[in-house]
């Protein structure tokens, strides 16, 4: 944990991501004892995706981030970078092109981050492995039709 926390902190500093943060939290929470580690990493990473949809919506506002606009302008951008360009800029293209899909992905983000996710806190724990494939999933296409970065 203490190699850990020594990463974030020379990453965090170096580059400004947030993306380390769930390793961080989730590595902490690994170090209580063994009946509360898991539910404690699993409630870490369940509020670092609740405070980034709530995020999006503090920025761009429930209409904002429903739009097809904002999806499309997003993928269009990623689409066009030289450094950070998606894996599948066809996927992205058809997606950022197509309103009805480009609003379905940001209506699905914000769904999974606000709802899904955080209510598998309080699921069976035999289907909590639900939380890891959607979000597999999520950053899967995000890598495709985004980017990878």
Do not use: D
Request: one cysteine or more.
């Amino acid at each position: 944990a203490l190699a850990v926390s020594g990463y974030h902190l020379v990453e965090s500093s170096a580059t400004g991501r947030h993306g380390e943060f769930p390793l961080l939290y989730c590595v902490w929470a690994m170090c209580l004892p063994a009946p509360y580690a898991s539910a404690a990493s699993l409630g870490a990473a369940a509020h670092f995706v609740l405070c980034a949809g709530a995020a999006k919506l503090r920025v761009g506002g429930l209409r904002g981030w429903i739009s097809p606009c904002t999806m499309s302008t997003y993928l269009q951008i990623y689409r066009s970078s030289g450094s950070a360009p998606p894996l599948c800029p066809n996927l992205s293209r058809a997606i950022g092109t197509r309103a009805w899909a480009a609003r379905a992905a940001g209506v699905g983000t914000l769904a999974l981050e606000l709802f899904v996710l955080p209510g598998l806190l309080l699921a069976p724990p035999r289907v909590r492995w639900l939380g890891w494939l959607l979000m597999l999933f999520l950053h899967l296409g995000i890598g495709l039709a985004m980017s990878c970065q």
